[in-house]
């Protein structure tokens, strides 16, 4: 069967591609899937059961890898590599996943962010455990015109930490070499994609504190335009997973997020993300003096929503 890719219908992003094996994919079929992966924002391509070593050489064709086939999963990975014990749904560990189950784009709270994701499903629930993702480049180029000169010069800053309070009202133990690490990273609200060099938002999440603005105002202004890249169905896609299944989207212009399912059920997804290109992708380094704004405006708002914790939580 020849290489096919095919938009999805009825939304303004996305392609499913059929026709190819990415175990043995030769260099042009791969700069052709490269280019359809630019365009269409994300790819699916059903049926490839990639094992773990064939995820991490996938992925390493796209750029320098942050992680490579690591378990999404809310099972623990035994030596062998297969799957077993539930991990505990109180854990700081599905803690985590359940803080993805809120639009975001993938780390915007490291200093270099991501460029894409991958992700490839071993084990799917029965009911729910769906991928979603939404176009940030639509979502921008359908917002009124004086929205988009408002925005313009706009920043936010970037934290899990910030995340994770704000969603969950978790507040994990700090440690500066995990994802809790206490610096939050400034980026732009409009990103000017550095391939394509279409507008999107940037935004999601982890985004908060918008330099300029007062808290109120900023929330209200991030909320709105995450609201608006989802509130039309053309902009979001579901993905009902199926075992086999590879999908691979760009962090860069998509936000994406987890759906809920019944956590009693195994879900095993091997993810795979590659680092963005400095360039384009790095706010600045922890040791840079650019980043105390970032650590003072991230201890602030943990200030705020510490003390707007329910009692007793
Ligand atoms: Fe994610």
Not at 16 to 39: N, P, R
Not at 130 to 153: C, F, K, N, V, W
Not at 164 to 188: C, M, T, V, W
Not at 208 to 225: D, M
Request: charged share 25%; proline share 5%; aromatic share 10%.
């Amino acid at each position: 069967m020849p290489l096919t890719i095919k938009p999805i219908e009825g939304k303004v992003f996305g392609a499913i591609v059929t026709g190819v094996s990415l175990v043995d994919m030769d260099d042009k079929t791969f700069k052709t899937l490269y280019q359809a992966f630019l365009e269409y924002g994300f790819l699916v391509l059903p049926e490839q059961f990639l094992s773990e070593q064939q995820n991490i050489e996938f992925g390493k064709r796209f750029g320098e890898l942050e992680f490579g086939a690591l378990p999404l999963a809310n099972q623990h990975r035994n030596d062998d590599g297969s799957f077993s014990t539930l991990v505990k749904l109180d854990s700081q560990r599905m803690r985590t996943n359940r803080g993805n189950e809120a639009w975001h784009t993938d780390s915007t709270y490291w200093p270099v962010s991501s460029k894409c994701a991958m992700l490839s499903a071993l084990k799917v629930p029965n009911v729910g455990g769906q991928t979603e993702l939404a176009d940030m480049r639509a979502g921008y180029a359908s917002l009124p015109t004086d929205l988009q000169e408002q925005i313009e010069s706009l920043s936010a800053y970037h934290s899990t930490e910030f995340s994770q309070a704000n969603d969950l009202g978790d507040f994990p133990e700090r440690d500066k070499n995990s994802i809790y690490h206490g610096e939050a990273y400034l980026r732009p609200l409009v990103k000017v994609h550095p391939e394509t060099g279409v507008k999107n938002l940037f935004i999601g999440r982890h985004a908060f504190g918008i330099p300029g603005l007062s808290r109120q105002r900023s929330r209200e202004l991030l909320a709105q335009l995450l609201e608006h890249v989802v509130a039309e169905p053309t902009r979001v896609y579901q993905h009902q997973w199926r075992e086999g299944d590879l999908l691979v989207w760009d962090n860069r212009a998509l936000l994406h997020r987890a759906r809920p399912y019944d956590y009693s059920e195994p879900r095993v997804l091997i993810g795979t993300r590659v680092k963005g290109d400095e360039a384009s992708e790095l706010a600045y380094y922890p040791n840079d003096p650019k980043a105390q704004a970032g650590r003072e405006a991230l201890a602030l708002e943990l200030d705020v929503l510490r003390a707007q914790r329910p009692h007793g939580f």
